[in-house]
Structures are given as C-alpha cells and as structure tokens.
Nanobody, 117 residues
C-alpha cells in the first residue's frame, strides 16, 4: 500500500517561513520524481516544485528564489522549504510521487498553508 503523508502546514504571517515534509512508504522512493503541487480555492492544481531521482530540480516561476525542494532517500522523505511567504501562497499543498518510466503516480492527502496577518 502506497502512502504519502504530508506535514508542516499551518498559519504564518507574510514574510515568514514554513517547511513541509512528505514521508513516503510502499514505493521505491529513490526511483520516483517527487513534487509539490498546490491548489488555492477556485483555482486549478499547479506544480510548485519537483526533484527528480537524479536530484534535478524545477520550480514554478512564482516561487523561484523563495522555495527550495530537497529529498532524503535514506528517509524516504521530500521537503519543501518555503521562505518569504506571501498571501498568494495560501493553498492546500500536495505531495506527488511520479515514476516516469511506468507513469505510476501517487498523491498525498494535502496540507493547508495559510499566509495571513
């Protein structure tokens, strides 16, 4: 059984920081591209950041320079360090595991991030 369990969301003031974690089980973690997506109310889910098995990273333009994605294969965990948070970063953040050769994709349940004063 595959599980992706996110944690670390919450309420933060503009300019603040949060670190999201996603612990994976039931997959060979090192073989998967791991990503963070977000969905704000009334909007489509969008890619925030992704890290490949080879540790290549890619970011949405809106978060470049503020967010950092990283992975720890020994802990089967992917992280999203979010700095200089803005109200427009408010969304539910979802962890994603993507095994591109087989197109197997898994999602976490999401964690709420709210940026507000």
């Amino acid at each position: 059984q595959v599980q992706l369990v996110e944690s670390g969301g919450g309420l933060v003031q503009p300019g603040g920081s949060l670190r999201l974690s996603c612990a994976a089980s039931g997959i060979i973690f090192s073989l998967y591209a791991m990503g963070w997506y977000r969905q704000a109310p009334g909007k489509q889910r969008e890619l925030v950041a992704v890290v490949t098995p080879g540790e290549t990273t890619n970011y949405a333009d809106s978060v470049k320079g503020r967010f950092t994605i990283s992975r720890d294969n020994a802990k089967n965990t992917v992280y999203l360090q979010m700095n200089s948070l803005k109200p427009e970063d408010t969304a539910v953040y979802y962890c994603n595991a993507d095994h591109r050769p087989t197109r197997r994709v898994f999602w976490g349940q999401g964690t709420q991030v709210t940026v507000s004063s």
